[in-house]
Nanobody, 127 residues
Framework: VQLQASGGGLVQAGGSLRVSCAAS????????????MAWFRQAPGKEREYVAG????????YYTDSVKGRFAISRDNGKNTVYLQMSSLKPDDTAIYYC?????????????????WGQGTQVTVSS
């Protein structure tokens, strides 16, 4: 499956931003709705880190501690799209945000466990 992330940009601290990830071309006969989805981020000089994950139906979500209460992951299986709504943004949230598909569970934090990746979208939070 191909993943296309979009929606990144420059925002002031305290602001909000929504990034999206559209999927196309399901592989091996699988549909988008059969994939657990997640968002990761990678800041300059740092390792890629798990941000949030969502189950196939969207009924279950999981967040890393640093974004709990500020970020919300959701999905629209009819549109083959997963979203990450980010609020109360901080300069530490500055990173390239990647969507990923195919983890063993929605709380799987290891990047190596995901089968497919989007190209990333830059989010920059100014102080």
């Amino acid at each position: 499956v191909q993943l296309q992330a979009s929606g990144g940009g420059l925002v002031q601290a305290g602001g909000s931003l929504r990034v999206s990830c559209a999927a196309s071309g399901p592989a091996s006969g699988r549909t988008f709705s059969s994939y657990t989805m997640a968002w990761f981020r990678q800041a300059p000089g740092k390792e890629r880190e798990y941000v949030a994950g969502i189950s196939t139906s969207g009924g279950r979500t999981y967040y890393t501690d640093s974004v709990k209460g500020r970020f919300a992951i959701s999905r629209d299986n009819g549109k083959n799209t997963v979203y990450l709504q980010m609020s109360s943004l901080k300069p530490d949230d500055t990173a390239i945000y990647y969507c990923a598909a195919g983890g063993s569970s929605w709380y799987e934090k290891s990047p190596t466990s995901y089968d497919y990746w989007g190209q990333g979208t830059q989010v920059t939070v100014s102080s």
